[in-house]
């Protein structure tokens, strides 16, 4: 054998090699991930449910994960804010975020966001759904939504009802029903649950729209009275309260907790991220603070699923927020 053919069989063989180590070593670096600390945004101000939630979800898949999980609140415009932040970063999974759907489902059709939700991101989990409730004081003459609703028939423009800000779940479902029902209301937003609570508290409203853990204590200790509820099966404290189903209303209610990431993250690490944090949903302290937090944690859903049935809620609030009026930026 001749030096040069010598030397084309050794790069030959170097070839091989250097390819086999390639292989191997991707094959490494992807079975190891994590190989270091990740970050979870949140996209709320600290000490609110989301924000309870990430953390506790965070405690236990760290500890499947081996690697510690970072809470960072990034508030503004109920999640949007650190959505159109995520976007910008670099699919790796090292940086995922925990927030409501309502950045999702919700504000893409009530302003311009600088990201397309279901191009933009990778969808992990979903943690949970909310419970909402519809709420009175507890020396409000209405026992139950029919009587509030005959009322406000005939005293037109009469019922205040106070909700937590424009586009939340409690003020697209007041608006459809309004219309369904030919009823004029007063509907009035606040800056979140607790000012709307306040609100009631003093009279300024006669009804309002909250999360149902905000107003729990209001209600067990006899001050407000809870007339409806999005949840089906109802709530265990407030039993007379009926359910938007049972009241004969076919109208989106959801607002769900979950956790995505920049797009286009690898299958892999998508796959690892999903196992950890399903597994995680089972383990204290997640277990507790959902339960306090009254989050309904059934039917779990992740990935394209997920971004799939979050897709048929958007259409379904687009539709909700033109018909009261607030579709990007019109007046009713």
């Not at 409000?140 to 424009?166: C, D, M, V, Y």
């Not at 200790?221 to 949840?231: D, L």
């Not at 938007?244 to 920049?262: F, N």
């Amino acid at each position: 054998m001749t030096k040069r053919v010598e030397r084309k069989v050794a790069l030959a063989v170097t070839a091989v090699v250097v390819a086999a180590f390639a292989v191997v070593g991707g094959t490494i670096a992807q079975e190891a991930f994590p190989s270091k600390p990740i970050t979870m945004w949140v996209g709320f101000p600290p000490g609110g449910g989301t924000d309870i939630l990430a953390r506790a979800i965070a405690e236990g898949a760290e500890k499947l994960l081996g690697q510690k999980i970072v809470v960072v609140n990034r508030p503004g415009a109920t999640g949007a804010v650190a959505t159109a932040e995520l976007v910008k970063l670099k699919a790796d999974g090292y940086t995922v975020l925990a927030n409501t759907d309502t950045a999702i489902t919700r504000a893409p059709h009530l302003r311009d966001v600088d990201y397309d939700p279901f191009r933009d991101l990778t969808y992990l989990n979903r943690l949970g759904r909310y419970k909402v409730a519809w709420s009175v004081p507890a020396t409000s003459p209405f026992k139950t939504w029919r009587e509030a609703l005959e009322w406000a028939k005939k005293n037109p423009g009469q019922l205040t009802f106070g909700h937590p800000g424009i586009g939340s779940t409690p003020h697209l479902v007041m608006a459809r029903l309004g219309i369904k029902e030919g009823v004029n209301t007063k509907i009035i937003p606040f800056a979140g649950d607790a000012p709307a609570i306040s609100a009631l508290l003093g009279n300024h409203v006669m009804m309002i729209g909250t999360s149902s853990v905000s107003i729990t204590g209001y209600v067990q200790a006899k001050r407000f009275r809870v007339i409806m509820t999005n949840e089906k099966e109802g709530l265990d404290y407030a039993p007379d309260a009926v359910s938007l189903d049972k009241a004969g209303y076919d109208v989106e209610h959801s607002v769900t907790v979950l956790i995505v990431g920049p797009k286009a993250m690898p299958p892999a690490v998508a796959d690892r991220l999903e196992k950890a944090f399903a597994d995680a949903m089972r383990t204290e302290p997640f277990v507790s603070v959902a339960r306090k937090n009254e989050l309904i944690v059934g039917d779990r859903l992740s990935g394209q699923a997920l971004a799939d049935h979050l897709r048929k809620v958007s259409a379904n609030y687009e539709g909700l927020i033109k018909e009261a009026g607030v579709y990007k930026g019109e007046k009713k």
